[in-house]
């Protein structure tokens, strides 16, 4: 009888736990008796690293043939809830009908989404880069706002969270406006952080480099205080300081998809579900969690993985894997990846490579600026080759580490 592994998401956790599970099936001779389909709203991979950029093309690549080419099904769809007592997802299809699907093994690697906390006016008001639709909603602002009339409010942009999406955001964004409303024309851009510091979770190694960066393009970085308020003028900060603006840019913090809180067992703060060495959740019998919905150690030091795409990519090749390891008879291999790496785009300033939970500076500058090209250009992008290629890289011990 055939059995099924249903994965939720098509993005890197998803998509390199269908190409792992594939391998594990090929390598075990069982191709004929397990189905493996992947369930997400497209079969596209979105390059959410890469939104805070100004050019926002090829950030959806295909990966539906990339499925087909290793034996993949993908159900165009939203997972909507998770049986866990009875094995069953039941799914929103495109045409409204709702549908069931029963697993063997379920693994979800549905993502996440920007944390938005009550803020007046947040909801109706702020930009933000987290998903490619949202993004694209953003660039078209931008490029809609000289045709509005000139005032401080038109050339102010404000980008609240000055973390790790939030300076990669602000860095970019004066070379953005100057494409868009040419050299002449002054703007204001802002960057306010409610911790103390900017980059309060990089620690101090990076951020000599991050004030240099933000200086050079002449950004002002407000700390201390957050946001209290936003209309489409304007936004107060906690301080009562009021600065007029028409694009307030939200980038603070992201929550595991909320499908991860069907799933019994412990949740951490943001959401993610507690797994086992081996990527089950470890109170669902049969379900695997993956990618920003999994909470798992990289190594025995303490650490975990980061809501981050260089942790999606492995966690996704283990958890699919194991899901398939379990019924095709293979050993299970447990997820470890304690080499940690971050790649900080500081836009024409150049950007940071370091390595460690501590953030050793190794690069700077164009150094650093050529690694983050090779990441966000062919790092991270599935690949688009044949069976054996791919099989060779969806691997559960692969790792790119530069
Ligand atoms: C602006 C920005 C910059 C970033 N920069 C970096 C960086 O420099 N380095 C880094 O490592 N990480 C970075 N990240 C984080 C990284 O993008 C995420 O950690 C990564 O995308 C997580 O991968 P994932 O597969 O778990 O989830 P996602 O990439 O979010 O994919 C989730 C998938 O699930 C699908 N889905 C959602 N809900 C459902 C549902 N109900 N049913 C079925 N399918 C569903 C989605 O359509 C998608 O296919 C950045 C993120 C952002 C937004």
Redesign the pocket.
């Known amino acids: 009888m055939t059995k099924h592994i249903i994965i ?9 736990s269908a190409l792992s599970a594939a391998r594990a099936v090929a390598l075990a001779g069982k191709a004929e008796s397990i189905e493996i389909t992947v ?4 079969p ?9 950029e100004a050019v926002i093309e090829n950030m959806d690549p295909d990966v539906g043939k990339l499925f087909a080419a290793v034996g993949v099904k993908h159900v165009a ?4 809830n998770i049986h866990s007592d009875w094995h069953q997802v039941e ?1 929103q299809l495109p045409n409204g009908e709702r549908k069931k699907f029963a697993y063997d093994k379920f693994i979800l ?6 944390f938005q906390p009550p803020v007046p006016g947040l909801r109706e008001h702020v930009f933000n ?3 490619l639709a949202t ?1 694209k909603v953003l660039d078209q602002h931008l490029k809609a706002l000289p045709g509005r009339p000139p005032s401080p409010a038109r050339n102010t942009v404000v980008v609240a969270g000055g973390g ?2 939030g300076i ?2 602000v860095a970019e964004m004066p070379q953005r406006l100057r494409e868009i409303f040419g050299a002449e024309v002054e703007f204001r851009v802002v960057v306010v952080e409610q911790a103390p510091e900017i980059g309060p979770d990089l620690g101090p190694g990076p951020r000599p480099f991050i004030e240099e960066a933000l200086a050079q393009e002449g950004i002002e970085i407000i700390t201390g205080t957050g946001v209290a308020a936003i209309t489409g003028d304007s936004v107060t900060l906690g301080t009562g300081e009021v600065i007029a603006t028409h694009t307030v840019v939200w ?1 603070a913090g ?1 929550r595991a ?3 991860a809180a069907q799933i019994p067992g412990d949740h951490d703060r943001f959401g993610r579900v507690d797994a086992d060495p081996y990527l089950h959740a470890k109170k669902a019998k049969d379900i695997f969690v ?5 909470l798992a150690a990289t190594d025995n030091l303490g650490n975990n993985a ?7 990519l492995s ?2 090749r283990v958890a699919g894997h194991n899901a398939a390891a379990e019924l095709v008879g293979l050993k299970l291999h447990p997820y470890s990846q304690p080499k940690y790496v ?4 500081l836009g024409p300033w150049g950007a940071i490579f370091s390595e460690g939970w501590d953030r050793q500076v190794k690069f700077t500058r164009d150094e650093g600026k050529a690694i ?1 090209r090779e ?2 250009t062919k790092w ?1 992008y599935p690949p688009m080759a044949d069976r054996d290629a791919v099989f060779a890289v969806a691997n559960p011990d692969y790792v790119i580490v530069p």
């Open positions: 939720a998401g098509s993005g890197f956790a998803g998509t390199w369930i997400s709203p497209e596209s991979l979105h390059i959410r690293p890469r939104l805070y769809g939203t997972v909507e799914v690697a549905a993502g996440s989404r920007l880069v987290d998903q993004a790790f999406t990669e955001t980038t992201a998809n909320k499908l993956t990618g920003d919905v999994a980061a809501m981050s795409c260089q942790h999606a966690l996704g971050t790649c900080l785009d983050k990441i966000n991270i």
